[in-house]
């Protein structure tokens, strides 16, 4: 595949509940490891015989909090995989951890499972702010957590949420001179967003969640992101992380270029070119539902994704990243190109920017143009008026 080949494996379970946390993520008091450890191995047989020979380029394990896996099953899973495909020489292997989940023999053992990447859910630098956003950590509690991880692999990141309550300029410039005085070859670095669902949602709804910044401080807060890393050798290679050359998630890469990935793990998703079709796989969110598929081997339904569907994919995807989207790909999977007005409009506004390149014309959002990514997108998908 041309833009690479990866496997998500999604570890539902966390040790507490963050209020902010939207994703498939549960707390319970016992785990059957073993039960799911086989029903892994047994998704990742299932798969590979359907999709055939295939480069296997990285393997990603997220959560939920994949730290709290047993070793054992984390190799399990990475020996099963790369004997269902041919590993590449160079795969990253990455495992999400939080700092109340590292210890020094439980990451040791995960290196000797195959994981040569980690990245670390710090969230914040500041105490109160943890304690806020619902962390079981403290920041003596993470920045020892990151020596750790610093100590066992060679790829490191680490994820920092701003814009939080009550958050000043100043205060983020400290706090972010900070994690990039530990040096980190890459920073994911996520502004707050309130979702429904979510025990911060709710407070929101009933007006409770106060000191959230307003459009101007958010947008300052961006502008210090991006100026502050860039001074550091850590531009953005996407809307929210950061990395210095060739530190990329190569994972993540495979998702925004639209490459092909399996999903395995309750709420799951995956995108695979089958027999001349781009087929999208969803896995149920329970885990407990999804476990007992996998036993049973039904633990995913699948949709066909059409040309039009693909472009938009692409679109919403390829933005994300500053090397923006290949114009003739578009083209090709849409029947059609973007418009020539929209772009020129938008490009004008300063939101844009076609590049000439070796291998094409690229189209990318600019800085400005990142910072206001759903609109420019809604945009740019628009029908031709």
Request: some cysteine; proline content about 4%; glycine content about 8%.
């Amino acid at each position: 595949m041309p833009h690479g080949f990866g496997l998500y494996v999604h570890w539902p379970y966390c040790a507490a509940k963050c209020p902010y946390c939207d994703f498939n993520s549960h707390v319970a008091r016992t785990i059957d490891h073993a039960a799911w450890r086989e029903a892994y191995v047994s998704e990742i047989k299932r798969i590979s015989s359907e999709t055939g020979p295939r480069i296997l380029n990285t393997i990603f394990f997220g959560g939920g909090t994949p730290s709290l896996m047993e070793p054992e099953t984390v190799a399990a899973v990475i020996d099963a995989a790369r004997a269902a495909w041919l590993p590449a020489n160079d795969m990253e292997i990455t495992l999400e951890a939080n700092p109340g989940s590292v210890e020094a023999a439980r990451f040791a053992g995960f290196r000797e499972a195959g994981v040569n990447r980690v990245s670390l859910g710090v969230q914040a630098l500041n105490d109160d702010d943890l304690r806020r956003l619902g962390r079981i950590h403290s920041v003596a509690e993470a920045r020892a957590a990151f020596d750790i991880a610093r100590n066992t692999f060679n790829r490191v990141s680490f994820d920092l949420i701003y814009a939080r309550q009550n958050q000043s300029r100043d205060a983020w410039r400290a706090e972010l001179a900070e994690a990039l005085s530990m040096a980190a070859d890459h920073l994911s670095l996520y502004q707050l967003t309130v979702e429904d669902g979510t025990v911060f949602g709710a407070r929101q709804a009933a007006g409770h969640l106060k000191g959230l910044p307003d459009e101007d401080l958010g947008a300052d807060l961006y502008d210090i992101t991006q100026d502050m890393c860039e001074a550091h050798g850590l531009p953005a290679y996407e809307v929210s992380n950061h990395a210095i050359p060739g530190a990329q998630s190569r994972h993540n890469l495979i998702y925004w270029q639209g490459g092909d990935y399996a999903g395995i793990g309750p709420g799951a998703h995956g995108r695979l070119n089958l027999n001349g079709r781009r087929i999208a796989t969803e896995t149920p969110l329970g885990p407990d539902v999804w476990l007992t598929g996998a036993q049973a081997g039904r633990a995913e339904t699948r949709s066909t994704i059409s040309g039009a569907e693909q472009a938009d994919e692409y679109l919403m995807m390829g933005l994300r990243l500053a090397e923006g989207i290949d114009v003739e790909r578009y083209s090709k999977l849409a029947r059609q190109p973007l418009s020539a007005a929209t772009i020129s409009h938008l490009s004008e506004l300063g939101l844009l920017e076609q590049r000439n390149t070796a291998a094409g014309v690229r189209l990318a959002a600019t800085r400005s143009g990142r910072s206001v990514l759903n609109a420019l997108i809604a945009e740019l998908a628009a029908p031709p008026r």
